[in-house]
């Protein structure tokens, strides 16, 4: 049997010619391999270990029951269970998400098709579609954005009503058909999409959508949208009009041209000695130039420049239009029929806003902007340019840190008599049984992950009030789990005024230092050993009249000498690495600067014993070899 890797492979070589149809894809469900494969996906994946509706979970799976499903795939009786509903709690809304969670070998088998159908479809889908893609994130749809919707006029947000619960399966399959008319493969996907889910154990028949929680659903959901992508493709190529040289303004052309006139009127009057006509025509020069930092190169609206921008991430899209808003409201209206009539889906009212792109937009959590800044910086050669005019701006809302704040109930907002509020850390009581070292590990990974997240914000710098009321919940956390006070904690954490973090810097610091002299040291006098010991015995023993035989023999020895020596020296330099990049051993008696000075004399005494090393090594090496 193939392994997976060549199965997935092939696939992918062929579904790179659109018109190839791919026929006898169920076969591939009855290599055991394919199964590995698919557990080794799904086994660290967070919540894999939750038990579906048959009660099993995925640490008992062992090849007699992979040979189970291949069997009942292969005489057609494999049925999927229905999913047990779970649900989630939406951000910023008081509605659920329902969560399908499927059966133990539902997973396994949704996995090999799953990964089956990326291989198929993944070369064809669109670049500007970002969700549930190998190598692709929300951070990949926010830089496309950054870097294709510079000076778009508007945005048009895109939000799909209830869109995975309203895929429809008719058009979903008809759509799968065109690249795949295995037959037996197609009724595996039916059998899936009809299976329907458990609900305070209450069977339910779906008749559309594709269940979250499924493995195949996100492959799927990115099947059927990628017709709204290649919708908007060719309105793409419908809408954009740009002429092969885009003119800039008439005021802006005129005051260009003047300028170049009294700078050829500068250089005249330097050439003919005229100071008086100089500064004239100079001041004139700097004038014209300020005025033109003051006009748009180009206008607002352009008939001759019109474009759009398309990014989607899942159900989420957002257009940036280049061009006036009625543009804007006709490709709105174009959507929201393209959605209705060939997918059945609805374009919701509510949320699908037109916005001028001087005002924030939502997007993926992010607020974004069109800047408007006429600041001006130097390009590489010197001259005064508007870079951050036109480009877009990503913001972190203020709200979404606020929000994770009283999420995790680490603060406490305090009101004052005349009506501020301020902001306290407090403990969390639902932590205070965890060892310290879980604490600290949850306190971190809630501040990573935010600030991971947010880190493309222009403002992501707020995120240290964020990061200090989380330190003072930490420390409170403590406090109440060890019955003191904030104040003996923090003391606790920090050695002679200075916090430990700073410590650690110093002594990365002092680690760096130390080891870049300590390199080229070595290697400055390796290098010298080798100048010395290798190439210069060839011409001093020519030049001697020795015979061929021994400048060979001589250079030999020499280089074997010098390869000897560079050997030791590598053995020496690893083990001061290894040392050199060791954690220090931290004492809870003693200062932070013992601790620091006790590394930093080890530190020392390793580089003193390589340099040791080094020249004996060189001392021993000319001994043995005679040099």
Not at 89 to 113: C, F, H, W, Y
Not at 131 to 158: M, Q, Y
Not at 548 to 576: D, E, H
Request: hydrophobic share 40%; glycine share 6%; net charge positive.
């Amino acid at each position: 049997m193939r392994s997976p890797e060549v199965i997935l492979k092939n696939l992918g070589d062929k579904a790179k010619d659109k018109s190839y149809q791919f026929k006898r894809l169920y076969r591939n469900l009855y290599n055991p391999e394919m199964y590995l494969l698919a557990y080794q996906k799904i086994a660290s994946s967070e919540g894999s270990m939750t038990a579906g509706t048959d009660g099993n979970t995925l640490d008992g799976i062992s090849m007699a029951r992979v040979n189970r499903i291949i069997a009942s795939l292969k005489d057609h009786s494999y049925q999927p269970q229905p999913a047990k509903r779970k649900y989630i709690a939406k951000k910023n809304s008081r509605k659920k998400r329902p969560l399908g969670i499927p059966s133990t070998d539902d997973k396994l088998v949704q996995e090999v098709v799953r990964v089956m159908l990326e291989a198929i479809y993944e070369p064809g889908f669109s670049v500007h579609s970002h969700g549930f893609r190998p190598n692709r994130s929300c951070h990949t749809c926010l830089t496309e954005v950054k870097r294709t919707f510079t000076g778009v006029k508007w945005f048009v947000e895109g939000d799909i009503k209830g869109c995975f619960d309203n895929i429809d399966h008719h058009i979903l399959i008809s759509i799968v058909r065109r690249r795949i008319t295995d037959e037996s493969f197609i009724e595996l996907l039916w059998k899936f999409l009809r299976a329907g889910y458990l609900e305070n154990w209450e069977y339910n028949t779906t008749y559309s959508g594709t269940p979250q929680g499924s493995g195949v659903s996100p492959i799927l959901a990115n099947i059927y949208l990628s017709e709204l992508d290649a919708f908007v493709e060719k309105l793409k190529s419908e809408y954009d009009r740009q002429d092969s040289y885009r003119k800039p303004q008439k005021e802006y052309s005129q005051t260009l041209a003047l300028a170049h006139y009294w700078e050829k009127k500068r250089k005249t009057a330097v050439e003919q000695g005229d100071e008086a006509e100089v500064q004239r025509a100079k001041g004139r020069v700097d004038e014209l130039y300020a005025k033109l930092r003051s006009i748009p190169c180009f206008p607002a609206i352009d008939p001759t420049f019109k474009k759009i921008q398309y990014v989607r991430y899942a159900d989420d899209f957002i257009i940036g239009v280049i061009g006036p808003k009625a543009d804007a409201e006709i490709i709105k209206g174009e959507l929201r029929a393209f959605l209705h009539d060939k997918l059945n889906l609805t374009l919701s009212e509510e949320k699908t806003k037109i916005t001028h792109s001087a005002e924030l937009v939502r997007f993926l959590g992010y607020d974004l902007t069109v800047s408007r800044s006429q600041d001006y910086s130097r390009d590489k050669n010197g001259n005064l340019k508007r870079h951050w005019n036109g480009q877009v701006k990503l913001y972190l809302p203020h709200e979404k840190w606020f929000n994770k704040l009283l999420e995790y109930r680490a603060m406490y907002i305090k009101k004052c008599p005349d009506g501020k509020e301020i902001w306290k850390p407090t403990y969390r009581g639902k932590l205070i049984n965890m060892p310290d070292a879980q604490i600290v590990s949850k306190f971190n990974s809630e501040i990573r992950g935010l600030y991971n997240y947010y880190r493309l914000a222009v403002n992501v710098s707020v995120l240290n009030s964020f990061y200090r009321i989380m330190r003072g919940s930490l420390f409170k956390t403590f406090g109440c789990k060890y019955r003191t006070t904030y104040k003996h904690i923090k003391v606790k954490y920090v050695r002679n005024g200075i916090p430990l973090w700073i410590v650690a810097i110093l002594g990365r610091l002092g680690v760096v230092v130390i080891t870049f002299v300590l390199i080229l040291t070595v290697y400055g006098r390796f290098f010298k050993i080798f100048t010395y010991i290798a190439i210069a015995p060839i011409p001093l023993s020519t030049f001697a009249g020795e015979p061929t035989q021994n400048v060979g023999r001589s250079f030999l020895k020499s280089f074997a000498g010098a390869c000897l020596q560079g050997a030791i020296i590598v053995v020496a330099c690893v083990i001061f690495s290894l040392y050199a990049t060791s954690q220090p051993s931290v004492d809870a008696g003693a200062s932070a600067l013992s601790m620091a000075w006790s590394y930093m004399e080890g530190l020392i005494l390793n580089m003193l014993i390589l340099t040791a090393t080094v020249k004996a090594s060189d001392h021993v090496v000319r001994e043995m070899m005679g040099l």
